[in-house]
């Protein structure tokens, strides 16, 4: 078992900065690909980036490349998501998840059943 949990979130204005953290415990942290995904209000929860078990990988959905900067501490068993020039699109809840390493040269890191663990959640909510 790997158990995750998310803080950073909150409410920011338009153009504004936020960095989510994402704290894990349990299984050895450097086993696993990690990836953030989000849930706006009323959709489907999306895929938004991935980093693989060493770090120097990294994959971003289109709407947040080049904003958007997915990190990892293996020493101190947390993924990061610097969120730089914030749109209200960007409202949602955001989930950290846990997958097996080879998730990330398999091509199946965008896709939620990937993943084996989840946290709670944090809300992000952008005001225009």
């Known amino acids: 078992q790997v158990q995750l949990v998310e803080s950073g979130g909150g409410l920011v204005q338009a153009g504004g900065s936020l960095r989510l953290s994402c704290a894990a415990s349990?299984?050895?942290?450097?086993?696993?690909?990690m990836g953030w995904f989000r849930q706006p209000p009323g959709k489907e929860r999306e895929f938004v980036a991935a980093?693989?078990?060493?770090?120097?990988?990294?994959n971003y959905a289109d709407s947040v490349q080049g904003r958007f900067t997915i990190s990892r501490d293996n020493a101190k068993n947390t993924v990061y998501l610097q969120m730089n020039s914030l749109k209200p699109e960007d409202t949602a809840v955001y989930y950290c998840?846990?997958?097996?390493?080879?998730?990330?040269?398999?091509?199946?890191?965008?896709?939620?059943?990937?993943?084996?663990?989840w946290g709670q959640g944090t809300q992000v909510t952008v005001s225009s």
């Open positions: 998840a846990a997958a097996p390493a080879q998730s990330m040269y398999s091509g199946t890191f965008p896709y939620a059943g990937t993943y084996n663990y």
């Open positions: 349990g299984r050895t942290f450097s086993n696993y690909a």
């Open positions: 980093i693989s078990w060493s770090g120097r990988n990294t």
